[in-house]
């Protein structure tokens, strides 16, 4: 078992409430760090268990916090004392809310932490398709502009956002956020969502609909039953021939393979990744080799303000709970 990186103890009159973080290396580093769980009472910190490690580690919690770790009736089974798991995330998919609901334990995610980021970086990874930034930056580095014939050569075809359609599936914080960030662009905004939203300049449309007009189609929904795979051979038949697809929610939402097939037909333009199935990427992933595809490590939450923000909501979240008013419940 990975040993504890840190404990803290405090005693809150004759208790001392032990919580466990199973997978700290996933948020906290040298400038973010879990200090400010210290109050609540003994932090035991893990920097990343495996799935194997998981039940004995948080045999005797009362509280858990984590990202991804995997919390079901298998590593669960031990927790007698297990009232609460805080996420360290949006996304509960990894909790079995079912059995935490059957067993009296409170799950509170921690909602909206990272709008601006996964807004701000979607259109970094839009961009960058339509700009050719990196391109163009190592153009440079290489030497290649000193010896161009003239001073703006057009060796990589750009493209404005302006008068583009964009499609967003997903009207959630996220989604909104990136549909003023579209408006500011001055693009087309249409979106799909289950229910009606009214949202400024967002026309709400089919599915089907979104995916022939929109020249983008970003991804902004969570992976449920209902959005699993639902970008597959037949979504991607289905989008603008030329369109950008972008997906910075949940790699289970789309068929990698399928993804893959499209872009390598040309039926897509181009794809920017921030997610896959499998993370970290698998050797074998076959979008490491897709042409025109951009691909980040699940990085979109990540910059520093946004991991502050989250532990200071993961702290709210466990001191509302404490004090018999919990924020954020999933279950």
Not at 131 to 150: E, F, I, L
Not at 207 to 234: A, G, Y
Not at 309 to 331: C, F, K, Q, W
Request: aromatic share 8%; net charge negative.
């Amino acid at each position: 078992m990975i040993k504890s990186i840190y404990t803290i103890s405090l005693n809150k009159g004759d208790d001392i409430v032990k919580i466990v973080l199973t997978d700290a290396q996933t948020v906290i580093d040298d400038l973010v760090t879990a200090d400010c769980l210290s109050e609540f009472g003994e932090v035991i910190s893990y920097g990343l268990l495996r799935y194997d490690e998981v039940a004995e580690a948080i045999a005797d919690a009362d509280m858990v916090i984590c990202n991804k770790t995997q919390l079901n009736a298998e590593t669960l089974r031990l927790a007698k004392n297990l009232r609460y798991i805080g996420l360290f995330a949006t996304g509960y998919n990894n909790i079995d809310v079912d059995y935490c609901r059957a067993h009296g334990v409170t799950v509170c995610n921690a909602g909206s932490y990272s709008t601006h980021a996964v807004a701000q970086q979607t259109f970094a990874l839009i961009l960058e398709h339509y700009n050719k930034v990196a391109q163009y930056n190592q153009y440079v580095k290489d030497g290649r502009w000193k010896r161009s014939p003239t001073f703006s050569p057009f060796i990589y075809p750009l493209n404005e956002l302006a008068g583009k359609t964009l499609g967003i599936v997903g009207l959630g914080a996220i989604g909104k956020e990136v549909a003023a960030i579209a408006n500011a662009f001055h693009m087309n905004v249409i979106a799909y969502n289950r229910s009606q939203k009214n949202v400024t300049g967002v026309t709400q449309v089919a599915f089907d609909r979104l995916l022939s007009e929109s020249d983008i189609v970003t991804v902004h929904c969570p992976l449920n039953k209902d959005s699993e795979d639902m970008f597959n051979k037949e979504t991607f038949k289905k989008m603008k021939p030329g369109a950008l697809f972008v997906n910075t929610a949940r790699g289970g939402v789309m068929v990698e393979q399928d993804l893959y097939d499209a872009l390598e037909s040309d039926r897509l333009g181009g794809a920017c990744i921030d997610v896959l199935r499998v993370e970290p990427m698998e050797e074998d992933c076959v979008l490491m080799r897709a042409k025109n595809c951009i691909i980040t490590p699940h990085v979109a939450w990540a910059p520093l303000e946004t991991r502050r923000r989250l532990m200071d909501i993961v702290a709210e979240n466990i001191r509302g709970y404490l004090n018999g008013t919990p924020r954020n419940v999933v279950s």
